[in-house]
């Protein structure tokens, strides 16, 4: 018989599962970032010991490996003071007359539409160690980034 009309099982036909992929670099977070990451493990912990189906399970495990490691390897950044930008920092920018604030925060943290980026965003690696009234330039645009305020986030 051809090789084409073989059919050894139905998983050779179903998408390879990959590993979550890890960001590279350091695994910077806030405290917040860091309770986040617990809540998180805590939860895939839980949902494992609950669940008796394999696919469910497996699935589940593939999360909990990235979660572990990413408890494992997060490391909370130092207390920013405030006078410059830095992880845990409120930062208020202006650019071409529009004003803007963003908050860094570790990777798993970051969420752009609440307003967090991670550290590792282009704009933040931009506006990292800049004091107010600073012009920084930014992706090529013909206008700087005006930093215009920055605070130190309450520590949770």
């Known amino acids: 018989m051809s090789v084409a009309f073989r059919r050894e099982s139905d998983d050779e036909h179903l998408e390879p599962k990959f590993e979550l992929p890890l960001p590279?670099?350091?695994?910077?977070v806030t405290p917040r970032g860091l309770r986040l990451i617990e809540e998180r493990?805590?939860?895939?912990?839980?949902?494992?010991?609950?669940t008796d189906d394999d696919e469910v399970r497996k699935a589940?495990?593939?999360?909990?490996?990235?979660?572990?490691q990413r408890l494992a390897s997060a490391e909370v950044a130092p207390r920013p003071v405030g006078d410059r930008v830095?992880?845990?920092?409120?930062?208020?920018?202006?650019?071409?007359?529009?004003?803007?604030?963003?908050?860094?925060?570790?990777?798993?943290?970051?969420?752009?539409?609440t307003g967090r980026i991670a550290f590792t965003a282009p704009?933040?690696?931009?506006?990292?160690?800049?004091?107010?009234?600073?012009?920084?330039?930014?992706?090529?645009?013909a206008d700087p980034v005006l930093v215009t305020a920055i605070e130190a986030v309450a520590r949770d």
């Open 24 to 28: 590279h670099g350091p695994n910077l």
């Open 86 to 113: 830095a992880i845990g920092t409120r930062v208020t920018i202006e650019l071409n007359g529009n004003s803007r604030t963003v908050e860094i925060v570790g990777h798993d943290e970051s969420d752009p539409e």
């Open 60 to 68: 589940l495990l593939r999360d909990a490996r990235y979660w572990r």
């Open 123 to 141: 704009l933040a690696r931009a506006l990292m160690g800049a004091e107010v009234d600073d012009e920084v330039d930014f992706a090529g645009s």
């Open 41 to 50: 493990n805590a939860a895939l912990e839980a949902a494992l010991a609950a």
